[in-house]
Nanobody
Framework: QVQLVESGGGLVQPGGSLRLSCAASGSIFGFYAMGWYRQAPGKQRELVTTITKRNVINYADSVKGRFTISRDYAKNTVYLQMNSLKPVDTAVYYC????????????WGQGTQVTVSA
């Protein structure tokens, strides 16, 4: 399995921005899909966004227009640009990689905390 390491989380004021990074231990070229999930305290983990190898991108309705996923094959890294952050975006953000269609479990990073508060 590929190892994933997230970074870029932190404390930000409402309306602010953060960029999360997810560095993979090997090439991500050809991966079926990669993405970001998040889990707020007392809630289930939820999908934030995914990007497929065919560049099909999906966003949760709650982040559309504010978050942007991107991918750099040269750096084996996936990014999540988060703008206009709200307190409800506070959560641990996890990177996810699905190497093939059959790889339903995928690989997960350890998570990075994002806190949006005044």
């Amino acid at each position: 399995q590929v190892q994933l390491v997230e970074s870029g989380g932190g404390l930000v004021q409402p309306g602010g921005s953060l960029r999360l990074s997810c560095a993979a231990s090997g090439s991500i070229f050809g991966f079926y899909a990669m993405g970001w999930y998040r889990q707020a305290p007392g809630k289930q983990r939820e999908l934030v966004t995914t990007i497929t190898k065919r560049n099909v991108i999906n966003y949760a309705d709650s982040v559309k227009g504010r978050f942007t996923i991107s991918r750099d094959y040269a750096k084996n890294t996936v990014y999540l640009q988060m703008n206009s952050l709200k307190p409800v975006d506070t959560a641990v953000y996890y990177c996810y990689a699905r190497r093939t269609y059959e790889d339903h479990d995928g690989s997960w990073g350890q998570g990075t905390q994002v806190t949006v508060s005044a």
